[in-house]
Structure formats: C-alpha cells, structure tokens
C-alpha cells in the first residue's frame, strides 16, 4: 500500500515535471496573453441616480447663483520649482571671415530660479449642486464622442464637493446611488484605461501637437516618448524613447521636441464641453494604470 | 510516511512556484500605448524680443535682427511670431533661464532671447539662446561676430538655425534671389538683371538695361550666374560673375542658345539650341568646352534640368502631340513621358530634394504652378492665375517662386511680380521687389550657418 502510494507519488511527480519543462517551453513561444480591454460600463443606475438624487424644488434658481458666486474661481498660487536646466551650451559658428568664434566668452552659468508663482488658469466654477436637468449635448457633436462619455461619468459629484449629503436625499434615492456606486466601481477596476480615457487623452494632446510640417519621409518619423504622470494627471517628465536617433537625426529631432512640447502643453485645458481640468482627464483612483504611458505619435497621414 | 515527505516536499514547492508565478504575471501590466496620429497643422507661436543692448547703437542693432528674424520665420508660413506688446517678461537675463511661466501665459512655445555687444574693434557680438518654453530648456545658442554692415545677414544666419532646429530641416533666409527687373511700356520693355535678398533687401541692377536679359539662373557654387541675352540682338546664353561683373558667352553654338541651367555639381551647363525647325538639349562642359546633344528627332526639346543626384534629366517636348513633361537618363537614354494630366506642361524644375518636380500647368485657359513626384505620380496644384509660370526651388526644397502676371483693368496695366508659394500651398505671398519683376531664381544658402545640434 505504501510502496504503490509512493510510486503513484513518483509517477505524479515526473509526469507533473515533464509537463513543466516541456510544456513551458514551448509556452513562452506560444502563448500570446491577450491585452485586457477594460470595458466602461454605464449602466442605468449611473445616469438616473445623478439626476435623481437631486430634487429639482430643492435647488431654487438664486442658490445656484449663491453657489456660483462662492465658487468664484480663486487663483491658487502654486510655485513652481525650475529644475536645474543643464548648462545651456553655447555653441561656436565654423569660423568664418565674417563671424569669428569667440573663445573668452564665458558659458552663460544657468540658474536656478524659482519662476513666478504660476496662477493657475481660471476654471469655470463647477457648481456644486447638479440640477435634475441633464445638461444638452453641445450642438456640434456628430458622433458618439467618447470623451462626451468621459465627461458624463465625471457628473457624478465627488464627495468632497459634494453640497449635500445622502442624508439629504429621500430613502430610497439613497439606496440608489449606493447601488450606484458599487456598480461603477466593480466594473474593470485597475485593468488598464479603458477605450474612452485613452480616447479623451489622445485627443487632448492632438490639440496640442504642431508636428514639423514639411519634412522629409514623414511616414518613418513615428515618435515614442514614455510619459510619467503625477497623481494628479499632469506631467512628471517626459523621455523620448529613441535618444540616438534624436541626437543624430534633426527631423526626428525637431518632431520629437513637438511631441513632448505638446504632452506638456496640454495637462491642463479645457474640455469639450467648455469646462477647465487641471491634469488630464485620467480616473485618478486609477494611478496605477496609468502611471507611465507610452505614447506614440505618427505624422504620416497628416501631410 | 517520510519518503512520501520527502518526496511530496519538493513537488509542493514547485506546485507552489507556480502558482506564485503565474499570480505575478497576472499582476504584470503593461504600460498603456496610445497611437497619436492627429495633430494640428497651424503656425508655431514664437517669441522674437529685440535683442537687448546696453547702449543705444546696440539697442538699434538688436531691434533690426528682432525684426529681421521676426520677418523669415513669418513669412516662411511655419511660425506665429506673438506681438511684443503682449510679452509680459520684459527683461531677461542673457543666459539664465526665462520665467517660462510668463510664456507660456502668452502662448508661446518657443523664445528666441539674444543680445548685442559692441567690440573694441569695432565689430559686433551677436548671440543668442533658443528656449523651448514648455520644455523648459536651451534649445540651441549660437555666437556671431560681424560688422555694422552685417547685421541683416547674421538675422538670416540666425533665423535659418532656428529654422532648422524647430522643423528639422535646412532653413533658406541666407540666400538671394536674381531675377528680370522689369520696366517700361509693353512695347518698349527694358528688361535687366537684378539681385536682392530673399526677403527683398539689398536689391541690385547687374546689367543696365540695353539688351534683352532673360532666364538667369543660380550656379551651385554661387559666384555664376548663367542666362540668356540678346546681346547684339543675337540670343546667347552667358555667364556672369556676381564678384567681378564679368560675362562671357557660353560655346560657340551656331543658332540660338536658351533655357540654360547648372548641372549639381557646377561644372556643366545644360541648355537648349535651336536647329533649324527644333530645338535640342545639349550639355556643355564649362572646364574642356565638350558638348553633347541628348535628345534626337523633329521635336521642340527645351527647358532641362538635372535632378540633384545629377543621373537624371527633366525637360519638356512635344514629341508626344502637345507639351509635356519627361524625363531621361543624363545621357539621354530611356526618354519617358510623366505628365499625364489635362491640358500642357512645361518648365520642370527638379526640387533640390529630388523628391519632386515643379511644373507650369496649362489648363482651359488658365495657368497653374504644381509638383508631382519624379515618376509622374502625385500631382498637385499649388496655385492657380491668370498666367503663373516659371517656378524655382528654395535651397531646403520647400518653397517655390514663380513669376505671376495680373491683367489690368481700365487705366492700369498689366503687372508683373514675383510671388511665393510652399509645398502646403497655403502660404502664397508676393515679393518685394523693386518694380515689376519676373524669371526669379533662388540661390542657395550663401554661407553654412552653424547647424543646430
């Protein structure tokens, strides 16, 4: 009886180690995971209960105003600390008869400043009340937008800004944001950005890029760059992927300087819907997915 | 019971490692990729503030290099230079970093900061830094030396490095144009040869008048000029040397010799002669004098011009019926036909590039100037007139010139001007020139400006 347990142990065993080294192996070719497509669900609840949870008779026309005029915009200086620029280099003509190179010229010692305190764009105040009335889509959208999606979800109102709270509301719309909220935050947690936040980050930074027009070959000059955010959605830095290339090649170089201009240039704007955000619009309980992103731009159908 | 633990630990701890392995994949993520393949195709904002100088003569300096350089980056269609009134960061430190901040306020994305000091000699220290304002870092900083005199050219220096540096490619500011300068009656035209910055400046009569001048045409080693004139009432094709305001005919050709071009190289002169009802393209080399003909039958073979690798030849004829593009080997092997469209084609200019060639269209009455690849694909038309003729490449291959002539009405005549289109086509502008003009021709850059890094 212990003998035959401990040969089935035994054949168990090599037949388990052959499937590991045989059938790994062959795995690490094979196998192909399938990238996650994270799906943004917005189910019935999500609407409804925005738009329920309010009672329109509780939100008279001159509280709103009240609401507006507090939330008039105060600009929050928020000092910038100017990194350390490298030495910018200056650098000599081939001497020429006319334009003779200058050795005694001193390099310009760069410093470190702090630049002005930056105020920050006026937002449009956000009211803090939402009436039961669903905002019209704007007149121009054609097509299902969605970033118009993206800015329906961000309707829902945050609790900090919150005015009211679920004690306010009836019993039974209380239940319903509950439910609600379980909902939304089940669906595709921390998988990845789903199709519409990667939609309205790439539309964002498009309204920014100006690449080179013009240049030669354009269909070869696909610029990477790897983007690292803050918790807030704007930008820590930028690295562009191909350094050689940038040092070596001045079309690349410049498309790639456009590239990273643009990322920076558009962390905080404006949404199609005329409202300000400070970041991308990126779900910010989501850090984690979208720490570093990896963004590439091609100019190739452009010209 | 201890063989089957001993036996049964390593299995679990592999059955374990697995599993642990597997779990850590499936926590792996993958750095989201977003493909960007939109953008916006509209002028870069860039601030030009004058060039600061401590004393007045420097301060004036500084203005006209401002301007000057405010002026190239304009009109090549590719920069929004912002208005100075709205900089709110007045003085900057040479050499120390801007406040971005306050850029970008104003919407810029890139400043050009520089400075003007005089030397004890006498000359002049230009220098400047080009800052990438949301990328909060020097671009590119250069040093000039110069005399008074000099002042605009080290602005067209300066403007072509940071051409370059913000598109990647040569910049075309360092360079002249010479053209046709024309004036009086239709009847009693006076045509002469003339020369001028590229942006109109410093224009200059090279000939005074007497004879007829027409098609000059730029060599590549910048010292020649090469055209056609009716010297003595006989239509020759001539050299001229810009230094020395000398000119010589070029071979001794028995019939009419027009529609001259450089080869790349410098060293050949590629033309059209007539012979008795046709006219033929022939090469003359300009060191031993040898000539050759490349094209043969009863055909009007004119206006040749050599791609820039020199192996191939663009020219028209009408060998097919009507006027047409072609192109054929050096030699004047392997003639094919290119132009494909409606209506004639004529004066094909190989772009410096080589990626494309520029052509006058004739269409229903109507004259286009256009580009298409070498192998006939890809046409476009850029602009469209009561008569456009004649184009000539930038240096960087990116801008056209060609020769527009408006009708007039009532009690005006007709005018003649010499406009400028780029490869978008929307960037279509006149040049200043002194006077009606026509038959431009773009040098190429006079000096090598430091290339930016």
Redesign the interface.
């Known amino acids: 009886m212990?003998l035959s347990?401990?040969i089935s142990?035994?054949f168990?065993?090599t037949i388990?180690?052959l499937a590991?080294t045989t059938f790994a192996k062959r795995a690490q070719f094979d196998l192909e995971?399938p990238?996650n497509i994270p799906v943004e669900l917005l189910t019935l609840a999500d609407i409804t209960n925005v738009s329920a949870a309010i009672a329109e008779e509780n939100v008279p026309e001159a509280v709103e105003e009240e609401i507006m005029e507090e939330a008039e915009p105060e600009p929050e200086p928020e000092p910038?600390q100017?990194?350390a620029?490298?030495d910018?280099?200056?650098?000599?003509?081939?001497p020429?008869a006319?334009?003779?190179?200058?050795d005694s010229?001193p390099e310009?010692?760069?410093?470190i400043?702090e630049?002005?305190p930056?105020p920050e764009p006026v937002p449009p105040p956000a009211p803090t009340v939402r009436p039961r009335v669903r905002p019209e889509p704007p007149e121009r959208r054609e097509e299902f937008d969605f970033a118009a999606a993206e800015a329906l979800i961000d309707l829902t109102p945050e609790e900090e800004e919150t005015a009211f709270s679920l004690e306010d509301l009836q019993i039974g719309d209380e239940q319903q944001v509950q439910t609600a909220e379980r909902s939304r935050q089940a669906v595709g947690l921390g998988?990845?950005?789903t199709i519409s936040q990667?939609d309205a980050?790439?539309a964002a930074?498009?309204?920014?890029?100006?690449?080179?027009?013009?240049?030669?070959n354009a269909e070869n000059l696909q610029i990477e760059l790897?983007v690292r955010f803050n918790p807030d959605a704007t930008v820590r830095d930028v690295d562009i992927i191909d350094f050689l290339r940038y040092n070596s090649?001045?079309?690349?170089?410049?498309?790639a300087?456009?590239?990273?201009?643009?990322v920076?240039?558009c962390e905080n704007g404006t949404r199609f819907d005329g409202s300000y955000r400070q970041g991308y619009d990126l779900p910010r309980d989501q850090y984690?997915?979208?720490r570093?992103?990896?963004?590439?731009?091609?100019?190739?159908?452009?010209f | 019971?201890k063989?089957?633990g001993k036996?049964?630990a390593?299995?679990i701890g592999?059955?374990a490692l697995?599993v642990l392995t597997i779990g850590a994949?499936a926590q792996t993520?993958?750095?989201?990729?977003?493909?960007?393949?939109?953008?916006?195709?509209?002028p870069?904002p860039v601030a030009i503030p004058a060039f600061a100088g401590v004393n007045p003569d420097e301060a004036r300096y500084g203005q006209e290099i401002a301007n000057v350089i405010s002026a190239n980056l304009e009109r090549s269609g590719?920069f929004a230079p912002a208005d100075p009134r709205s900089f709110i960061e007045r003085e900057i430190e040479?050499?120390?970093?801007p406040?971005?901040?306050?850029w970008?306020?104003i919407r810029v994305?890139a400043l050009i900061n520089g400075r003007v000091v005089a030397q004890e000699d006498g000359r002049v220290?230009i220098?400047f830094?080009l800052w990438?304002v949301?990328?909060?870092?020097?671009?590119?900083?250069?040093?000039?030396?110069?005399?008074p005199e000099?002042m605009r050219?080290?602005a067209h220096?300066i403007s072509d490095a940071v051409y370059?540096?913000?598109?990647?490619?040569t910049g075309y500011f360092d360079t002249r144009i010479v053209f046709v300068a024309e004036s009086g009656p239709a009847t009693l035209r006076v045509k002469r040869l003339a020369i001028m910055d590229q942006d109109g400046a410093n224009p200059r009569m090279m000939t005074d008048g007497e004879f007829l001048v027409l098609t000059p045409r730029f060599s590549p080693t910048q010292q020649e000029i090469v055209f056609m004139s009716y010297f003595n009432n006989t239509p020759r094709v001539y050299l001229y040397n810009i230094e020395s305001d000398e000119q010589e005919v070029v071979g001794d050709f028995p019939g009419m010799t027009f529609a001259p071009r450089f080869s790349p190289d410098g060293n050949e002169i590629i033309m059209s002669l007539i012979e008795g009802r046709d006219s033929h393209i022939y090469t003359m080399d300009l060191r031993t004098g040898a000539r050759r003909r490349l094209t043969s039958g009863p055909d009007l073979n004119t206006a040749p011009s050599f791609s820039p690798d020199g192996r191939f030849v663009t020219f028209e004829s009408d060998r097919g019926g009507s006027q047409q593009v072609y192109v054929m080997n050096r030699d004047g092997t392997n003639p094919h036909r290119i132009s494909f469209g409606d209506g004639r084609y004529g004066t094909p200019v190989w772009s410096p590039?080589g990626?494309l060639i520029a052509f006058t269209k004739m269409y229903s009455g109507r004259f286009y100037i256009g580009v298409m690849r070498p192998d006939g694909s890809g046409e476009r038309l850029l602009t469209e007139s009561f008569l456009d003729e004649g184009p000539t490449w930038s240096p960087n291959g990116?801008v056209l010139m060609f020769t527009r002539q408006t009708p007039g009405f009532g009690n005006t005549r007709d005018s003649t001007r010499v406009w400028s289109v780029?490869?978008?086509g929307h960037n279509e502008r006149p040049i200043l020139t002194p006077g009606d003009a026509s038959d431009p021709a773009w040098s190429p850059l006079i000096?090598?400006?430091?290339?930016?890094?």
């Open positions: 212990r347990a401990v142990a035994l168990h065993a388990i180690g590991m995971v990238e910038q100017v990194a620029l490298p910018p280099v200056l650098e000599l003509p081939e020429e006319e334009f003779l190179p200058d010229t310009p010692e760069p410093e400043i630049a002005e930056e998988t990845g950005l990667t980050l790439r930074i498009s309204d920014c890029w100006v690449p080179p027009a013009g240049a030669v790897r090649d001045n079309f690349y170089k410049a498309a300087d456009s590239a990273r201009r643009a920076r240039q984690d997915t979208w570093t992103v990896r963004l590439t731009f091609d100019p190739s159908n452009m | 019971m063989i089957i036996l049964l390593p299995l592999i059955v697995l994949a993520r993958e750095e989201p990729h977003i493909v960007i393949d939109r953008g916006q195709v509209e870069l590719l040479f050499g120390s970093p406040q971005f901040g306050s970008r306020l994305d220290r220098e830094f990438d949301y990328g909060e870092q020097a671009m590119l900083g250069l040093q000039f030396f110069s005399t000099g050219r080290v220096l370059e540096r913000l598109t990647g490619e590039r990626d990116r780029d490869l978008t000096g090598s400006a430091p290339r930016a890094r």
